[in-house]
């Protein structure tokens, strides 16, 4: 089996078992069916970006990022959000902010900018190409904050129906597990028979994706989340 095949069928597997045993402490307020839904989405998302897994041919081979993967992602996940199970608004797609969020959402996405400049400063890189500067600078966050933080983390809040307000915001199991998704996606991986796990990565991905996740919520829309991540995007390569 691909590689790519076994890395995402492991972390959908440990989502959906993470999710399992939190949904049987609380049965009442879990529906197993939106968590297998949020399983699917994952390996939607994930078989897109990899241009399914490698069978459809690059249209730009030359180009240095994956700007194919990641719009054929995104013309998805706009797609699921049109469906009426989720909805463009309830899905975060939405420019509308919720009355008077923009104050006490604003600190916190100023705070987020400072984190990723300050790794910027830390982890200096080198001098960045005008495509690695385009790239960064848009489909990452395009893509990921439609996904992550509006999508699955609906379906995720949908599977988990128990709530806990705390900082303004009602907080689910699903939360933290869209956190953890974001964060092995980019930490986890499996190459020729091992497995391959950098926990500083998982930390600098799934820990900030808290404060973003607590913005889309708090403003009820995708802009502030999209916004941040493209600047902590384009600081870390352009510092």
């Keep these: 089996?691909?590689?790519?095949?076994?890395?995402?069928?492991?972390?959908?597997?440990?989502?959906?078992?993470?999710?399992?045993?939190?949904?049987?402490?609380?049965?009442?307020?879990?529906?197993?069916?939106?968590?297998?839904?949020?399983?699917?989405?994952?390996?939607?998302?994930d078989a897109l970006l990899t241009n399914l897994y490698g069978?459809?041919?690059?249209?730009?081979?030359?180009?240095?990022?994956?700007?194919?993967?990641?719009?054929?992602?995104?013309?998805?996940?706009?797609?699921?959000?049109?469906?009426?199970?989720?909805?463009?608004?309830?899905?975060?797609?939405?420019?509308?902010?919720?009355p008077g969020?923009?104050?006490?959402?604003?600190?916190?996405?100023?705070?987020?900018?400072?984190?990723?400049?300050?790794?910027?400063?830390?982890?200096?890189?080198?001098?960045?190409?005008?495509?690695?500067?385009?790239?960064?600078?848009?489909?990452?966050?395009?893509?990921?904050?439609?996904?992550?933080?509006?999508?699955l983390l609906l379906a995720l809040y949908e599977a988990f129906c128990g709530r806990v307000r705390w900082l303004g915001i009602d907080w689910s199991w699903g939360a933290l597990i869209a956190c953890i998704a974001f964060g092995l996606a980019h930490a986890f991986s499996y190459s020729d028979g091992s497995v391959a796990f950098d926990p500083i990565y998982f930390a600098l991905t799934a820990v900030p994706s808290l404060l973003a996740i607590w913005v889309r919520m708090r403003t009820g829309s995708l802009l502030l989340p999209v916004l941040m991540h493209s600047f902590g995007n384009t600081i870390m390569v352009l510092v």
Excluded: C
């Excluded at 500067?133 to 904050?145: N, R």
């Design 101 to 151: 969020s923009m104050r006490t959402a604003l600190p916190v996405a100023i705070l987020y900018g400072l984190f990723f400049l300050a790794l910027a400063l830390v982890f200096p890189n080198q001098e960045a190409s005008a495509e690695t500067i385009a790239f960064q600078l848009t489909m990452p966050s395009f893509e990921e904050e439609p996904f992550y933080r509006g999508i």
């Design 1 to 45: 089996m691909d590689d790519k095949l076994i890395s995402i069928a492991a972390i959908i597997g440990i989502l959906l078992g993470a999710g399992l045993i939190l949904g049987l402490l609380d049965r009442r307020n879990f529906r197993f069916g939106w968590l297998l839904a949020a399983g699917g989405l994952i390996f939607t998302n």
């Design 55 to 98: 069978i459809l041919p690059r249209v730009a081979p030359g180009l240095d990022w994956n700007w194919q993967g990641k719009t054929l992602a995104l013309l998805a996940t706009l797609a699921i959000a049109a469906h009426p199970a989720f909805g463009w608004k309830r899905s975060g797609l939405t420019l509308a902010q919720a």
